[in-house]
T-cell receptor, first 114, second 114 residues
């Protein structure tokens, strides 16, 4: 059972470059999330989606865009990367009604922006 | 708004010692409560949960009881092992505006020495 799969696992960017992180889940979950994790800051929600075709801003959305064209996929885009976006990014999915909103996380993407 | 406060780490213990990690919360409505664990280099995974007052969640020797009167959900284990070394996150999920967006604490690092 794959669960939540994130690609890529590692990436190094130069300032100003763009990239897209892909998250895929095979559990038919309605909700999907993107978080960033920085030392001493815990998890911070970037954007989330409560269903196909819908997205919403979380706690730290600036500098990121997202899209959810298919229920199983949630993409996170960085249009012009900055060193402040160096972080570990986690995708998660959940089903509020079926499983009391237990979050299922991917293994993370480690991004460095030079 | 909703919030989760957990004790700062790191918590350093010797093997077989008793563990308590405190967690208190503030929420509008009636939340479900969770503990997640993150092992080095991995994503978060559910450790245990409780969905109503006085429920006790348990897994792998860890326990936590949903205390509505003190708005707490403290994590305990009677005898820790080196393999329990990880970061532990307390979290809640509650309906807000028709959505169930979770709130995480900042995480508590546990280091267990042989």
């Amino acid at each position: 059972n794959a669960g939540v799969t994130q690609t890529p696992k590692f990436r190094v960017l130069k300032t100003g470059q763009s990239m897209t992180l892909l998250c895929a889940q095979d559990m038919n979950h309605e909700y999907m999330y993107w978080y960033r994790q920085d030392p001493g800051m815990g998890l911070r929600l970037i954007h989330y989606s409560v269903g196909e075709g819908t997205t919403a801003k979380g706690e730290v959305p600036d500098g990121y865009n997202v899209s959810r064209l298919k229920k199983q996929n949630f993409l996170l885009g960085l249009e012009s990367a900055a060193p402040s976006q160096t972080s570990v990014y986690f995708c998660a999915s959940s089903s509020p009604r079926a499983a009391k909103n237990i979050q299922y996380f991917g293994a993370g993407t480690r991004l460095s922006v030079l | 708004g909703n919030s989760v406060t957990q004790m700062e780490g790191p918590v350093t213990l010797s093997e077989e010692a008793f563990l308590t990690i405190n967690c208190t919360y503030t929420a509008t409505g009636y939340p479900s409560l969770f503990w997640y664990v993150q092992y080095p280099g991995e994503g978060l995974q559910l450790l245990l949960k409780a969905t109503k007052a006085d429920d006790k969640g348990s897994n792998k020797g860890f326990e936590a009881t949903y205390r509505k009167e003190t708005t707490s959900f403290h994590l305990e284990k009677g005898s820790v092992q080196v393999s329990d070394s990880a970061v532990y996150f307390c979290a809640l999920s509650v309906a807000s505006g028709g959505s169930y967006i979770p709130t995480f604490g900042r995480g508590t690092s546990l280091i267990v020495h042989p």
